[in-house]
């Protein structure tokens, strides 16, 4: 599955907020025309630092101009993500690495041994679920293709229901089949009576 | 002759070129799909990769560009499985991608199941140059491929046994020349295999003259961007009727001959100047290294064309045109030569050189050329032609073989030939 969008954080700088699988991430998009304002940069990357505790991965999306007048090994250096665009490709210009994620780990820590043992048992539901429904999806298309139980008359019309279906021949060949000779030469592969001429 | 009005339908060509992977069933009519023939292997790891709702370890097809990261990972991460014609054996990557096309192929052009689908008629085409193993791997992937009954049968076809077929021609010589390689290959009726020769030299060694000649005009700084190099080869390079004499007449009045290209979006201009003459080499250097002008770049480090062997195949590097063809004609029954120099097709975006109008008798087109060769071994009586629709004509022929050829003529390991069965 792919990213899912998600509810903005309070006070997130302006951007995307996803969630990818286990992991919360918040891209935050400068735009443009916020290149020239160095306040509205150092602005946008402090806003991504103050969510550190509540996403996983924090990620500042801008327009490749920027990838030339700063540094990257800055963003890298404090575990901020950069993607760099421009009309036609998105490019991960460092990755980010993962935040501690404190309110998630004091979750864990406070909660109640029986919730989550009853939300482990909910997930293997969940996945088993997942698991049959793959499994039916493919047994009904499976079942659409496959060929019935084969016996002497069912063979007879299967190789009969695609002449019952296509009893003309298609009305319009391309035009590379006009006049020519190969249709003829090709048509009598296996019942001429000498082989191959050479090779 | 009976037709079939299922394969008037369910017909499914696949041409595996250098470049292009083209595709689609007969209902495409003159025109298939064309898709790069590469595959992109993702870094998973990347937030990029994982916001898309990508589940495949190999991207191939339109959607390749949106995955595309920084250049340094191209040469790792981007394959491109046939650009010399022939992928090893062991070179798991590039078979990879043959099978993710394969099947990226067949899926965009899934019937509906109740119109009595019941598989397709694949013929898919590989250069003619391919070694057994490689008809062998991709009847597999075919088998592989077709778990929910999409193939009824599949064959494998000669990319230049399918150009005659689509050229409309059953007895005659194609010779294909591409990006790395070139192959001369006579057919009657079936390919002449044991008659086929193969050239280590193709549209990458045009290249590689067009850039030595770059840095002799001081465009040093250009001689290095493959890309450039390229457009600047298709812009200036000609083919001579006779190198020496055209070069006397370019250097005797220069400025008609004078080869200028202004790259498209910038101000960079190549201007040859007085040099102009030199874009005679660039035509002649396709067509026949031997002249004792390629001495001096060979001398300044430019590789030489050498015989290599590929697979089962002996490339020869120096034979030029004329020599190939003779070889090659020769080694097919008598009776039969002169029909096959009566019909010499040509295919391949290596020979599609065009002569101007205001240059003729100086430059000549590819046709001409071969016939200039034949002639100087005392051949006559010859027809060169290029293929009509030359992109599209291998997939023209897989579609009329598919079409065509009787559903009980089974595969045969020795000919290399008929239906392998897959299901029904």
Same mark, same amino acid.
């Given at each position: 599955?792919?990213?899912?969008?998600?509810?903005?954080?309070?006070?997130s700088p302006?951007?995307?907020?996803?969630?990818?699988?286990?992991?919360? @991430?918040? @891209?935050?998009?400068?735009?443009?025309?916020?290149?020239?304002?160095?306040?509205?940069?150092?602005?946008?990357?402090?806003g991504?630092?103050?969510?550190?505790?509540?996403?996983?991965?924090?990620?500042?999306?801008?327009?490749?101009?920027l990838?030339?007048?700063?540094?990257a090994?800055?963003?890298s250096a404090?575990?901020?993500?950069?993607?760099l665009?421009?009309?036609?490709?998105?490019e991960?210009? @460092?990755?980010?690495?993962?935040?501690r994620?404190?309110?998630?780990?004091?979750?864990?820590?406070?909660?109640?041994?029986?919730?989550?043992?009853?939300?482990q048992?909910?997930?293997?539901?969940?996945?088993?679920?997942?698991?049959?429904?793959?499994?039916l999806?493919?047994d009904?298309?499976?079942?659409?293709n496959?060929?019935?139980p084969?016996?002497?008359?069912?063979?007879?019309?299967?190789?009969?229901?695609?002449q019952?279906?296509?009893?003309?021949?298609?009305?319009?060949?391309?035009?590379?089949f @006009?006049?020519?000779?190969?249709?003829?030469?090709?048509?009598?592969?296996?019942?001429?009576?000498?082989?191959?001429?050479?090779? | 002759?009976?037709?079939?009005?299922?394969?008037?339908?369910?017909t499914?060509?696949? &041409?595996?070129?250098?470049?292009?992977?083209?595709?689609?069933?007969?209902?495409c009519?003159?025109?298939p799909?064309?898709?790069?023939n590469?595959?992109?292997?993702?870094?998973?790891?990347?937030?990029?990769?994982?916001?898309?709702?990508a589940?495949?370890?190999i991207i191939?097809?339109?959607?390749?560009?949106?995955?595309?990261?920084?250049?340094e990972?191209?040469?790792?991460?981007?394959?491109?499985?046939?650009?010399?014609?022939v992928?090893?054996?062991?070179?798991?990557?590039?078979w990879?991608?043959?099978?993710?096309?394969?099947?990226?192929?067949?899926?965009?052009?899934?019937?509906?199941?109740?119109?009595?689908?019941?598989?397709?008629y694949?013929?898919?085409s590989?250069?003619?140059?391919?070694p057994?193993?490689?008809?062998?791997?991709?009847?597999?992937?075919?088998r592989?491929?077709?778990?929910?009954?999409?193939?009824?049968?599949?064959?494998?076809i000669?990319?230049?046994?399918?150009v005659?077929?689509?050229h409309?021609?059953?007895t005659?010589? %194609?010779?294909?020349?591409?990006?790395?390689?070139?192959q001369?290959?006579?057919?009657?009726?079936?390919?002449?295999?044991?008659?086929q020769?193969?050239?280590?030299r193709?549209?990458?060694?045009?290249?590689?003259?067009?850039?030595?000649?770059?840095? &002799?005009?001081?465009?040093? &700084?250009?001689?290095n961007?493959?890309?450039?190099?390229?457009?600047?080869?298709?812009?200036?390079?000609?083919v001579?009727?006779?190198l020496e004499?055209?070069?006397?007449?370019?250097?005797r009045?220069?400025?008609?001959?004078?080869a200028?290209?202004?790259?498209?979006?910038?101000?960079i201009?190549?201007d040859?100047?007085?040099?102009?003459?030199a874009?005679?080499?660039?035509g002649?250097y396709?067509?026949?290294?031997?002249?004792?002008?390629?001495?001096s770049?060979?001398? *300044?480090?430019?590789?030489?064309?050498?015989?290599?062997?590929?697979g089962?195949?002996v490339? *020869?590097?120096?034979? &030029?045109?004329?020599?190939?063809? %003779?070889?090659s004609v020769?080694?097919?029954?008598?009776?039969?030569?002169?029909?096959?120099?009566?019909e010499?097709?040509?295919?391949?975006?290596n020979?599609?050189?065009?002569?101007?109008?205001?240059?003729?008798?100086?430059a000549v087109?590819a046709?001409?050329?071969?016939?200039?060769?034949?002639?100087?071994?005392?051949?006559?009586?010859?027809? %060169?032609?290029?293929?009509?629709?030359?992109?599209?004509s291998?997939?023209?022929?897989c579609?009329?073989?598919?079409?065509?050829?009787?559903?009980?003529?089974?595969?045969?390991?020795?000919?290399?030939?008929?239906?392998?069965?897959?299901?029904?």
């Amino acid at each position: 599955m792919g990213a899912q969008s998600a509810d903005p954080l309070p006070n997130s700088p302006p951007g995307l907020s996803l969630i990818i699988g286990q992991e919360r @991430v918040h @891209v935050a998009v400068l735009k443009s025309d916020s290149l020239a304002q160095p306040n509205r940069i150092v602005d946008v990357i402090l806003g991504l630092c103050t969510l550190r505790g509540s996403v996983s991965q924090i990620y500042l999306a801008a327009s490749k101009l920027l990838g030339t007048a700063i540094d990257a090994n800055i963003f890298s250096a404090h575990g901020i993500g950069l993607l760099l665009f421009d009309d036609r490709r998105i490019e991960e210009a @460092v990755p980010a690495q993962a935040t501690r994620l404190e309110r998630e780990v004091a979750a864990v820590q406070g909660s109640d041994p029986a919730i989550v043992s009853e939300l482990q048992a909910l997930k293997s539901m969940y996945y088993e679920m997942e698991r049959t429904i793959s499994r039916l999806r493919e047994d009904l298309y499976s079942l659409r293709n496959t060929n019935p139980p084969t016996s002497l008359p069912r063979e007879n019309s299967r190789v009969i229901e695609p002449q019952r279906l296509y009893t003309e021949p298609a009305t319009e060949l391309p035009s590379f089949f @006009v006049n020519n000779p190969w249709l003829e030469v090709l048509s009598r592969r296996g019942r001429e009576e000498n082989g191959p001429l050479a090779g | 002759m009976s037709t079939d009005g299922y394969r008037g339908h369910y017909t499914f060509a696949m &041409d595996f070129g250098t470049s292009d992977f083209k595709f689609g069933p007969i209902t495409c009519g003159d025109t298939p799909r064309v898709v790069n023939n590469r595959g992109y292997f993702p870094d998973k790891n990347s937030v990029v990769y994982r916001a898309f709702e990508a589940t495949s370890d190999i991207i191939v097809g339109e959607d390749v560009p949106l995955y595309l990261q920084s250049s340094e990972d191209l040469s790792s991460r981007l394959i491109y499985p046939m650009r010399n014609g022939v992928i090893d054996k062991g070179d798991q990557n590039a078979w990879r991608v043959v099978h993710a096309l394969s099947e990226f192929g067949l899926r965009s052009f899934k019937p509906d199941p109740n119109n009595g689908f019941q598989g397709y008629y694949v013929v898919a085409s590989l250069s003619s140059v391919s070694p057994r193993y490689m008809y062998e791997q991709l009847m597999e992937i075919f088998r592989n491929s077709n778990s929910n009954g999409s193939i009824r049968a599949v064959t494998v076809i000669p990319q230049p046994f399918a150009v005659a077929i689509g050229h409309g021609v059953t007895t005659c010589v %194609v010779i294909e020349s591409g990006h790395g390689n070139s192959q001369v290959c006579p057919i009657s009726k079936y390919p002449i295999r044991t008659a086929q020769v193969a050239l280590n030299r193709g549209g990458g060694d045009a290249n590689a003259i067009t850039s030595e000649i770059l840095k &002799d005009a001081g465009y040093a &700084d250009l001689a290095n961007e493959e890309a450039l190099v390229r457009r600047v080869k298709e812009s200036i390079g000609l083919v001579p009727a006779d190198l020496e004499q055209s070069i006397q007449e370019a250097k005797r009045t220069p400025r008609k001959f004078r080869a200028r290209y202004k790259v498209p979006g910038t101000r960079i201009e190549v201007d040859l100047e007085k040099d102009s003459w030199a874009r005679f080499l660039i035509g002649e250097y396709v067509f026949n290294p031997n002249h004792e002008i390629f001495q001096s770049y060979f001398g *300044r480090g430019m590789p030489r064309p050498k015989d290599v062997k590929m697979g089962d195949t002996v490339f *020869r590097g120096m034979l &030029d045109f004329g020599d190939a063809i %003779v070889a090659s004609v020769e080694r097919c029954p008598v009776e039969l030569q002169p029909m096959l120099y009566r019909e010499i097709l040509l295919s391949g975006g290596n020979f599609s050189w065009t002569a101007p109008e205001r240059l003729e008798g100086s430059a000549v087109d590819a046709p001409t050329k071969i016939k200039l060769l034949l002639r100087d071994k005392g051949i006559r009586n010859v027809s %060169v032609k290029m293929t009509k629709a030359p992109q599209f004509s291998v997939w023209h022929g897989c579609i009329i073989y598919g079409f065509a050829v009787p559903d009980d003529y089974g595969w045969d390991w020795q000919r290399l030939e008929g239906w392998m069965k897959l299901s029904g």
